[in-house]
């Protein structure tokens, strides 16, 4: 029988200097991880449990990567659509509105923005993204947003 959990996959935060000296840093946080129920969006470190929300596939209508132009390098970014009427997530964006988060991300709808992630201090690999939401949920589909040059 093969085992359910070969297409999981989970990205969990690099631990600081600073976590390992202070102990703090034993317990392993994850930042993304997809598997058989749904997606989990890990929240921030020092926020962890009081940011990170769980996402069941029912609500998911698709997974995006994207990307936030700033001042120096572009910061990645993963998060999921979700069906209207879906509730509302906890997150370190949870309380901005529409028009910051238009200001931040243009190219980004606001339920997403508030829906994502920063791909910071972990690695995304689009392969096993891919493959797990394949094997978890084949009727998502995985979408990268790009922003375009402002004119």
Same mark, same amino acid.
């Given at each position: ?6 297409? =999981?996959? $989970?990205?969990?935060? *690099? ?14 946080? =994850? ?10 969006? @890990? @929240?921030?470190?020092?926020?962890? !449990?009081? #940011? *990170? %929300?769980?996402?069941? /596939?029912?609500?998911?209508?698709? =997974?995006?990567? /994207? #990307? ?15 069906? *209207?009427? +879906?509730?509302?997530?906890? @997150? ?12 931040? %991300?243009?190219?980004? $709808? ?11 201090? /972990?690695?995304?690999?689009? $392969?096993?993204? #891919? +493959?797990?939401? $394949?094997?978890?949920?084949?009727? =998502? ?5 790009? #922003?375009?040059?402002? !004119?």
């Amino acid at each position: 029988m093969p085992d359910p959990n070969h297409a =999981v996959y $989970e990205a969990c935060f *690099t631990r600081s200097l600073l976590q390992l000296l202070s102990g703090a840093g034993r317990r392993r946080l =994850v930042a993304f991880r997809v598997d058989a129920e749904g997606v989990l969006l @890990g @929240g921030a470190p020092a926020r962890y !449990k009081a #940011q *990170t %929300a769980f996402v069941p /596939w029912e609500d998911i209508t698709s =997974v995006v990567v /994207w #990307q936030q132009r700033m001042a120096g390098p572009s910061m990645d970014y993963i998060g999921v659509q979700r069906r *209207t009427g +879906a509730p509302a997530l906890p @997150g370190m964006n949870a309380g901005l509105r529409p028009d910051q988060t238009a200001e931040l %991300a243009p190219h980004v $709808e606001h339920d997403l923005f508030l829906a994502s992630r920063p791909v910071n201090r /972990w690695r995304l690999d689009p $392969e096993g993204l #891919q +493959a797990a939401v $394949e094997a978890f949920a084949p009727g =998502v589909s995985v979408l990268v947003h790009e #922003q375009r040059n402002a !004119k």
